[in-house]
T-cell receptor
Framework: DTAVSQTPKYLVTQMGNDKSIKCEQN?????MYWYKQDSKKFLKIMFS???????INETVPNRFSPKSPDKAHLNLHINSLELGDSAVYFC???????????FGAGTRLSVL | DAKTTQPPSMDCAEGRAANLPCNHS???????VYWYRQIHSQGPQYIIH???NNETNEMASLIITEDRKSSTLILPHATLRDTAVYYC???????????????FGKGTLLTVNP
């Protein structure tokens, strides 16, 4: 029973396409996150949601639109994909009052 | 804007203790030291955290100096599966003090050799 699960694990697509990555957690957490890890392995926060409310948007282009239908899910939709979007995207979750985050296995996005 | 400094890489022999240092000379009184690691092709994994006392759990021990300006993560008997990038992160311990994000630096690549 994976605590934080992301789908798909791999995503290969053409420039200009629109794609979505799904994330679900079964830990009962109230806060969820999206992180991006680029080719140089730097891991950076993109968004965080608490109780379905957007808390952080770290200067991410408008082409990225997170959606949280409920506390257990945080999906990431990306419009008009660009080459620079190629990266590994990690979903994570935690309780708002704690700094222990649980990460998914990542989604490796390749834009051709 | 990382508040910590770690060596870029370290080696350790399998079965020996791995001691990973971290400098956080500007740490404030409310800030905890957290350690995460990222095994290749996996998501980051929480290891341990502490404020000023030494801490131990099933994964590792954390030794924080008395002035709290540095700490050491100890893996007592390193295995090949401990090969990973280890991140030391300083976080305000007050509620929501992480500002809802973890700020990862470059970390230390620990390679455990057979």
């Amino acid at each position: 029973d994976t605590a934080v699960s992301q789908t798909p694990k791999y995503l290969v697509t053409q420039m200009g396409n629109d794609k979505s990555i799904k994330c679900e957690q079964n830990l009962g957490h109230d806060t969820m996150y999206w992180y991006k890890q680029d080719s140089k392995k730097f891991l950076k926060i993109m968004f965080s949601y608490n109780n379905k409310e957007l808390i952080i948007n770290e200067t991410v282009p408008n082409r990225f639109s997170p959606k949280s239908p409920d506390k257990a899910h945080l999906n990431l939709h990306i419009n008009s994909l660009e080459l620079g979007d190629s990266a590994v995207y990690f979903c994570a979750s935690s309780f708002r009052t704690q700094n222990i985050q649980y990460f998914g296995a990542g989604t490796r996005l390749s834009v051709l | 804007d990382a508040k910590t400094t770690q060596p870029p890489s370290m080696d350790c022999a399998e079965g020996r203790a791995a001691n990973l240092p971290c400098n956080h000379s500007t740490i404030s009184g409310n800030e905890y030291v957290y350690w995460y690691r990222q095994i290749h092709s996996q998501g980051p994994q929480y290891i341990i955290h502490g404020l000023k006392n030494n801490e131990t759990n099933e994964m590792a021990s954390l030794i924080i100096t008395e002035d709290r300006k540095s700490s050491t993560l100890i893996l007592p008997h390193a295995t090949l599966r401990d090969t990973a990038v280890y991140y030391c992160i300083v976080i305000d311990g007050r509620s929501g003090g992480s500002n809802y994000k973890l700020t990862f630096g470059k970390g230390t690549l620990l390679t455990v050799n057979p």
